[in-house]
């Protein structure tokens, strides 16, 4: 999910925490659990700091690591001692572990529903387990945190009634979400007249509820890119998947590695210049206003050297200027 989303959770956590008998008899107790949660909601993105070590680094690094099996625990035990060590050992650790270990839990186990994913299984797999049931920014999750938040906030309603109650209704609406996902899943070869024999597709969600992009990828390799709206499948692109040789001479590049191991749904294409070759993979899961923004861009010259390359987010204008910087 997004910041602001997981921001919201961790003060909804610290609402819920209200039905703790320990924490709701004590405000100094409320005060670090709602510091430990708000904390253990943001704590996995923290490998946001890999952009420091460039794009490429980040991309292979985010929600792997971080988001792990591990993680969770060190994550738990590092911002309870910190806690602990800010109010000098007198609070009821398990107490307090207890929440954060179940808002950083949460970070992660809601991080699997979106079409990015997280490596959530290391060390027992690096699989990326993305299950595209939820945009990365959901309006009913976080307009119902910020809703329940407000009415905590005012005195309006007891959070320890308030919060367990908003967070059966995220469960179910979790739930339907999870069979509405499967169903569109099902159906798509039925409501797709061009369909053969071995194509598969993938929904992935967006901001609408009624709304899917879809990718379908056929026996060839080649995707086809659209959107299923009310029951209408509209395709609006095709691509197809370079064999240029130059394309698998840019799988030896680092940065060029470091997408493909992010994404399953990459597609090349090659642009062949005076100097040498352009070679764009892009992921076609992420189609934006007629472009593919999320991209890996490697510039070999005719001896296939490296002389320039890009990994990330970004408009084809602002890409080009990115590798005329890195070229020059």
């Known amino acids: 999910m997004d910041t602001g989303t997981h921001l919201v959770m961790g003060i909804g956590l610290a609402g819920l925490a209200m039905v703790d008998p320990v924490v709701a008899a004590d405000q100094s107790i409320q005060t670090a659990v709602l510091l430990g949660t708000v904390a253990g909601s943001q704590a996995p993105d923290l490998d946001h700091f890999m952009r420091m070590k460039g794009n490429a680094c980040y991309i292979r690094n985010h929600r792997g690591i971080s988001h792990s099996l591990p993680a969770i625990l060190i994550w738990t035990a590092l911002i309870t001692v910190i806690i602990q060590l800010i109010y000098r050992g007198t609070l009821p650790w398990a107490h307090i572990g207890g929440w954060v270990l179940l808002a950083v839990s949460i970070h992660v186990f809601t991080d699997l529903f979106n079409a990015y994913g997280t490596q959530a299984m290391r060390p027992f797999t690096d699989k990326w387990i993305s299950w595209n049931i939820i945009h990365i920014f959901d309006p009913v999750i976080f307009t119902v945190h910020v809703i329940a938040i407000l009415l905590w906030a005012g005195g309006f309603v007891n959070p320890a009634f308030l919060f367990p109650v908003m967070y ?142 890009y990994v990330g987010w970004l408009s084809d204008e602002r890409l080009m200027k990115r590798l005329r910087m890195d070229t020059y």
């Not at 024999?197 to 509820?209: F, H, Q, V």
């Open 168 to 309: 059966a209704f995220l469960a179910v609406y979790f739930v339907w979400r999870t069979l509405e996902a499967r169903k569109t899943v099902k159906r798509l070869p039925k409501l797709d007249p061009e369909y053969t024999e071995g194509e598969t597709y993938i929904a992935i969600p967006t901001i609408s509820l009624t709304i899917w992009n879809i990718v379908k990828q056929e026996k060839n390799g080649s995707f086809v890119i659209g959107n299923l709206r009310n029951d209408e499948l509209m395709w609006l692109d095709r691509a197809s998947c370079s064999e240029h040789p130059a394309v698998a001479q840019s799988k030896n590049d680092s940065a060029i590695r470091s997408f493909l191991y992010f994404t399953s749904f990459a597609c090349a294409d090659v642009k062949e210049h005076k100097w040498g070759y352009e070679v764009r993979w892009s992921d076609v899961r992420f189609r934006h206003r007629k472009q593919y923004p999320f991209v890996g861009v490697l510039l070999m010259n005719k001896k296939y050297e490296t002389i320039g390359s």
